[in-house]
Structure formats: structure tokens, C-alpha cells
């Protein structure tokens, strides 16, 4: 059993910066691809970024690549997106989850957190 927890949402304005945190309890995270994924109002749910259990692979979005890096920490069971250079369309619900399958797809994840808002101001 694995348990997200999701903090570092708020507001900022367009070029500013966030860093988004996922702290996860239970014994099996390390054994578990990560990934964060966000939802718009009216959106279906879309991946932003992921990382493999090891944290030596990971993928981005189109839309965040160059922008947004994600990584984790074992020691602290935690882990980051760090967004840079944010835009409008940015705006969303962000959600960490844990998969043991493909971590692009969301349909795959065996675990979620609750969520946490990013609102980025023009």
C-alpha cells in the first residue's frame, strides 16, 4: 500500500516558478515508476512528466519539455516537479501517482494523491 500526498500548488504569474512535492509512505515506493499528471476544468486527465523506479528515466510531455523537471528522492520518499517558466495554460489540478506499468498512461496507475492546485496569472 502506498500513500501521495501532493503540496507546493498556488499562484503565480506567467514566467514565475513552483515546485511541486509528492511525499509518499509505504514500504514498496522505491519499487514503483512515478508520475505526475494534471486536469483543467472541462479536461480529461493528461500526463506531464514520469520517472522509472530507479530514477534513471524519464519523460516528459511535449507541452512542459525544456520547462518542467522531475525527480525523486529515496532517502526522503518524495518526489519533485520543479516548473519553470510557467504559462497560463499551465492552469490545472496537478496529480502524483505511482504505477507499476507504463507510467505515461494513466489508465495503468495504482495509486493517486489528492491533488494539488496550480494557478498561473497572464
Known amino acids: 500500500q502506498v500513500q501521495l500526498v501532493e503540496s507546493g500548488g498556488g499562484l503565480v504569474q506567467a514566467g514565475g516558478s513552483l515546485r511541486l512535492s509528492c511525499a509518499a509512505s509505504g514500504r514498496t515506493f522505491w519499487s514503483y515508476a512515478m508520475g505526475w499528471f494534471r486536469q483543467a476544468p472541462g479536461k480529461e486527465r493528461e500526463f506531464v512528466a514520469g520517472?522509472?523506479?530507479?530514477?534513471?528515466?524519464?519523460h516528459y510531455a511535449d507541452s512542459v519539455k525544456g520547462r518542467f523537471t522531475i525527480s525523486r528522492d529515496f532517502a526522503k520518499n518524495t518526489v519533485y516537479l520543479i516548473m519553470n517558466s510557467l504559462k497560463p495554460e499551465d492552469t490545472a489540478v496537478y496529480y502524483c501517482?505511482?504505477?507499476?506499468?507504463?507510467?505515461?498512461?494513466?489508465?495503468?496507475?495504482?495509486?493517486w494523491g489528492q491533488g494539488t492546485q496550480v494557478t498561473v496569472s497572464s
Open positions: 520517472i522509472n523506479w530507479s530514477g534513471g528515466s524519464t
Open positions: 501517482g505511482a504505477t507499476r506499468n507504463n507510467y505515461a498512461v494513466a489508465l495503468g496507475y495504482d495509486y
